[in-house]
């Protein structure tokens, strides 16, 4: 549409009033400010330079959805907020770990070990992947291993990542 292309519209449906014999001003105006107003509404332009949520915004945003279960709208809130924060990898794999996606959860994992190496709840939920696949379990045991020495705090949790691969490896 041109940039006087409401305009050319309004004389359009004025020409086409008198065309089909329609001579009643009222009628024609009436027309024409419908059709202004129709064009001028129904093809809104919204811009946005920025994204108005900050990173953190997206990350709560995320766990809202997540506790919600809305699980594919948590997903994209941790993406937008991955560009700026490492452990959104960590609630990503999380989230594919939820939906039995466990390719795209081994990635995140990962992405969030690559990212942030002294994640401890990446090794750890990597470890706790390989436990529940039943498959590279002599790297789950080093995962478990390192997530304790990064964060002894949690070495408890961490600890029982460790013991059930270790049950696992030894067939109990």
């Known amino acids: 549409m041109e940039e006087n292309g409401l305009l050319d519209i309004a004389d359009k449906k004025a020409m086409r009033c008198r065309f089909l014999g329609k001579r009643n001003p009222f009628y024609c105006m009436l027309s024409t400010v419908c059709c202004l107003l ?19 915004e997206h990350l709560n ?8 279960g809305e699980l594919d709208n948590a997903l994209s809130e941790y993406k937008k907020a991955s560009e700026k924060i490492p452990i959104a990898y960590l609630y990503m794999g999380n989230i594919y770990f939820l939906k039995k996606e466990y390719e795209e959860a081994e990635s995140y994992y990962r992405k969030a070990i690559d990212k942030d ?56």
């Open 38 to 56: 129709f064009f001028a509404c129904a093809f809104p332009r919204i811009i946005l330079l920025d994204d108005p949520l900050s990173p953190e």
């Open 61 to 68: 945003l995320g766990v809202a959805y997540e506790k919600d």
């Open 117 to 172: 190496p002294k994640n401890a709840d990446a090794y750890n939920n990597l470890a706790w992947l390989y436990y529940m696949k039943r498959e590279y379990l002599n790297e789950a045991e080093e995962l478990a291993l390192k997530a304790m020495e990064l964060n002894p705090l949690k070495k408890d949790i961490y600890q029982d990542t460790l013991q059930k691969i270790r049950e696992a490896m030894h067939g109990k």
